[in-house]
């Protein structure tokens, strides 16, 4: 049962190799590379949930008084 276990484990290797490689290229002494960073913000949806019982009155002003629409 080990064997089949390693046999498999190593057939699962070979076959997720993947043969295709990747490209890549060195810059000379004179080349220069420059790489840009652009933000750029999303827009975000905020839900607030607010439990409507009488125990959360203080909260609730609380959430009125600091809230600017």
Request: charged share 15%; with cysteine; glycine share 8%.
């Amino acid at each position: 049962m080990k064997i089949l276990l390693r046999v498999l484990a190593i057939s699962l290797f070979f076959v997720g190799c993947d043969k295709g490689g990747g490209s890549f290229s060195v810059l000379s002494e004179s080349s220069t590379f420059e790489q840009l960073v652009v933000y750029t913000p999303r827009k975000l949806d905020v839900l607030f949930v607010v439990d409507n019982s009488g125990s959360m009155d203080n909260y609730q002003q609380a959430l009125v008084n600091n809230f600017s629409s």
